[in-house]
């Protein structure tokens, strides 16, 4: 076999190292691109773990504000439910009240109509002492005992 000529060499050798050149770039170019997305992952994480945590935290205070909200609100129904029960009672004592008023009515209207009656039965049996001394002078007078005799 014959050698390669002096030009040819040359352009081999030149060949050659224009390839190692092209790899060490690629290889550095590499290296960096791999460190670049080494960094961009990690701010990634780091930018998505601080979200997370503002999550979970918020998470965490939308339960305990939603129990406390629960609690409150059971709180509540039990206020309404007592002051429910109250607002009937009030109202049944009314209506009683109202019952014991109209039988209060009642019983005074029945009680006029009896002192009326016996008014009217006392004024009948026992006439007033100016009546019994007009009928009295009105028997002993002689007109009118003449007026009886005609």
Known sequence: MASPSPALAELLR???????????TT???RKHAVRD??????AATSSLSAQLSRVLDNQREIESLARDCAHLVQQHVRSTTKWTKLVDQFNGALKELGDVQNWAQVIERDMLDVAA?????HASLNPPADALES???AS??????????R
């Not at 030149?14 to 060490?24: D, K, N």
């Not at 002993?140 to 005799?149: A, D, E, T, V, Y």
């Open 14 to 24: 030149e060949h050659q190292g224009a390839q190692l050149e092209h790899r060490r």
């Open 27 to 29: 290889e550095q170019l």
């Open 37 to 42: 997305i080494g960094e961009l992952c990690d």
């Open 117 to 121: 009656t016996l008014e009217v039965v």
């Open 135 to 137: 009928r009295a002078q």
């Open 140 to 149: 002993l007078s002689p007109s009118r005992s003449m007026s009886n005799l």
